[in-house]
């Protein structure tokens, strides 16, 4: 069955059958997104046990702040010319 003929059959449904359908998609889906972080952080934690292992790493580094801190975060402004273009007219 494709998508547009479960749409429409879903579609065919009274709408309080078709509410109680989406809650429990909305259900499915949240988990799915909970099992998916759970995945990935495993890997992330083995990725950086690899590297412990090989050396790369000499201690395994310990997260100061938060996925959300992370992203809200804005670097600092610094005054002066960028050090990219400091690099840029010395290298000429």
């Given amino acids: 069955m494709s998508g547009t003929e479960i749409l429409r059959a879903i579609q065919k449904l009274p709408f309080s059958e078709q509410r109680a359908l989406a809650e429990q998609l909305q259900q499915a889906l949240s988990t799915a997104e909970a099992l998916t972080a ?12 690899e590297m412990l292992t090989e050396g790369f790493f000499a201690h395994i580094p310990t997260r100061t702040m938060t996925d959300e801190e992370f992203d809200e975060y804005e670097p600092p402004e610094i005054a002066g ?12």
């Fill in 81 to 92: 010319e960028p050090l990219s273009e400091q690099i840029i007219r010395e290298r000429i």
């Fill in 38 to 49: 759970d995945a990935a952080a495993q890997r992330e934690r083995e990725f950086e046990l």
